[in-house]
């Protein structure tokens, strides 16, 4: 990588966010007067916006421990930066797990989220308030932090920069305090620890809508169910010209992954 | 009341809707005066009742007959009859004419007979739309025969002494403007049903293959406003359930025994569809099995009295109780009501108004073996069980809600259904002049490893009402027992 994009790696690496070097230097050259903007965070800032809008499965690098998949009964060291490809209410039966309900004891949510190169997926613990049923597909959030991500950053770090590193440091350890349980590969998830960052992938979306559209559809006749399940069904519509339908974790490509095993969520890790 | 012609007796000509309905009104009117006698007429199932009689001190000869319900159809004109004879959206326009079909000419030919013979016709329909509507198909044919009738309209809600005799002595005159709405109510039905049937008939008539032994060609595909659309809601729902997928589920079940018995709690969960999910919250509840009582709450729980008895609602209890169909329901009822043991059971009234006699109805009911004791504790003033009716909200005008008008322990020519039905009418009645079952509720809410769990209970303190309504005690009490927690720790 080169040395401009050095600093702005190590800066992102710092908030729990790794990315590919390849796509960090595509995004740096697509943006006009890149090294013109000066400081790391303000360059880290920028890629970051552009980052919120990308496929993680594409251009993560990857920050969960390896194996994670496996953990169980362990605390996480955070910040980690993930992307959620999709999200299920898993107390409700498949013809309901699309429609949009408060946080409460009605709600479960299931999540399932990448850092690029491992999936992991996380249950709504307790309830998260800031987290819909229909958030947009390949949204961004943060474990383990539990303050407003970028905003304390810029208001310290417009009054002096050597101040700002280090309050913002100072910022950093509280938030390694608090961490992830982790129990048989499952995040469990409750609002101290998760913050949402934003963002959207418009393929992940389109997917998404198409699945939703389907499952929501009301019943009319077995002629037009095609002697498919409707967990089948929805994944097809998601995804045409897919030939996974089926209930698996690894190994299959990973557009096809998301939903396939997950649309009735009933992941296994 | 004007007397007709001059001094002397008057000829009276009645018309009720069935025949059953001629003779009740016939045998109630005539028991004072002698009794009445009973000749054909042109029909063989419509007889002609005859007996004297006073009306506002006028000495009246009275000719009972009836119809056997609507007179007269609404058709399309001989030329638009045939299915090839226009467009389908011309049936919106087409005229439209009543005539007295094939089948009730007979019925025809007594009422202009009899018309001839009389000075005043008095309609003795149901007291609703439909029965204006016919009254006024009666007019037509009467009028028809005699110009010079005098027309009134009797109306009561019950085939008992009192209602009849009240109903002609005040006699009024028919309600132009309901007879009308029903006119303008079978013109739409006409029109949408023929246009559309015709219409889907020829559109889709080689579009499916039916496997019904009849010939092709006379195959008909119906429409009808209000068949069409109750159609639809039965296919969608049978698509429903064709289309439901079971899907596994689990939950985690928590029980706590003691001396006093076993307590089962419910996950506030419910239950979730992700094995991961619900094994893993599982463990952390049998990792740290102490349960720690977050709240006790005791709640007084009232069972209200029912509001007084409208179709709709004895449709619905007849059904959940006895699973009679609303059609034999209101068959059964009818019998009922003809025979004066229930008032008139079409009504929308579920409130009763407030002159009336409640308290006699409730005595009528005192000689009853079963529950004859609970009318008298009704009435007794120190058991203080009285409580007035609620009000539903809704009042058709025309009719009281469905009460008994007649004690019986039970009539010989009875089926289980009447007897069922009869006993449902008084003790419903009964329940609704009662205060209140009381309740005791106990929730407990418990919390393991995080997850939180309830269980509840209910114990009757004040049968009351339910006691006039077995019925309902099931739904109110819960098959758990109410029992204390000392022994688990805060």
Known sequence: MSGRLRSVDEFLLRLGLHLRPEWLESCAAGLPGFDGLGRAEVQARRCFEQFLFADMNTCGAGVLPEGVGNMHAVVLDGPFVLQVDEIVNISAPLRERYHEIHAGPKRCLKLSMTDGIQRIFGMEYRPIKDLEVLAPAGLKVNCCSFLIFWDNCLTFGFCALVLCISVFGFYLRQIVIRNVHIRRGLLMLVPEVIEILGGVVDDLEAARDRLVSEVNKPPRGKRKQGGLPLSSRATLAAWPGSSNVTNGGEGIPLAAAVNSSHSTGLGTV | ?490
């Open chain 2, 1 to 490: 009341m004007h007397r007709g012609g001059g001094g002397g007796t008057i000829r009276v000509l009645n018309v009720a809707e069935k025949p059953s309905v001629a003779k009740s009104v016939s045998e109630i009117l005539s028991r004072r005066s002698g009794g009445m006698q009973s000749r054909p007429g042109r029909s063989q199932y419509n007889r002609i009742f005859e007996f004297n009689y006073t009306i506002g001190g006028q000495a009246c000869h009275m000719s009972v007959t009836s119809v056997t319900g609507h007179l007269m159809e609404l058709e399309f004109e001989e030329r638009f009859r045939r299915w090839h004879s226009c467009d389908p959206a011309d049936l919106f326009q087409a005229p439209v004419r009543k005539f007295v079909p094939q089948d009730k000419q007979a019925i025809k030919q007594t009422l202009e007979e009899e018309s001839r013979k009389c000075h005043w016709l008095v309609l003795w329909l149901d007291c609703d739309r439909e029965g204006e509507n016919i009254a006024y198909e009666v007019v037509e044919v009467c009028t028809g025969a005699n110009r010079n009738l005098n027309i009134f309209r009797a109306r009561f809600s019950a085939l008992i002494d009192r209602e009849i005799h009240e109903a002609v002595q005040h006699l009024g005159r028919p309600n132009k403007l309901f007879a009308d709405a029903v006119d303008a109510r079978q013109e739409i039905d006409l029109r949408i049903g023929a246009s559309f049937t015709r219409f889907q008939t020829m559109l889709l008539k080689d579009a499916f293959v039916i496997d019904i032994a009849a010939d092709d060609r006379n195959l008909v595909l119906s429409y009808g406003p209000c068949q069409f659309p109750t159609l639809g809601f039965i296919v969608e729902r049978f698509w429903e359930i064709q289309a439901h997928e079971p899907e596994e589920f689990w939950t985690i079940n928590c029980t706590h025994t003691s001396d006093e018995g076993t307590a089962s709690f419910v996950w506030i969960r419910g239950h979730l569809f992700d094995y991961t999910s619900a094994v893993t919250t599982y463990e952390m509840c049998v990792e740290e099995p102490m349960a720690t009582v977050q709240n006790v709450r005791n709640q007084e729980k009232l069972k209200y009295p029912p509001y007084p008895l409208s179709t709709v609602e004895l449709q619905k209890r007849a059904s959940r109780y006895f699973r009679m169909s609303s059609e034999h329901t209101m068959k059964v009822a009818e019998e009922l009501y003809q025979a004066g043991f229930i008032s008139y059971p079409r009504t929308e009234t579920d409130s009763f108004s407030p002159n009336t006699d409640l308290h006699t109805i409730v005595r009528e009911q005192m000689p009853h073996p079963v529950w004859g004791e609970y009318a008298q504790r009704l009435l007794n003033p120190e058991a203080r069980l009285w409580r007035n009716p609620s009000n539903g909200g809704h009042d058709d005008k025309a009719h009281p809600p469905i009460h008994p008008t007649k004690f019986s322990a039970g009539e010989n020519n009875w089926s289980q259904d009447h007897k069922k039905l009869y006993e449902l009418i008084v003790r419903h009645f009964l329940a609704c002049c009662s205060q209140p079952a009381v309740g005791a509720e106990t929730t407990v809410e418990i919390d393991i490893a995080g997850e939180q769990f309830n269980a509840s209970g209910r114990v009757v303190l004040a049968l009351l009402l339910l006691t006039a309504d077995p019925n309902e005690i099931s739904n109110f009490i819960d098959a758990k027992q109410r029992y204390g927690f000392s022994c688990l720790h805060r």
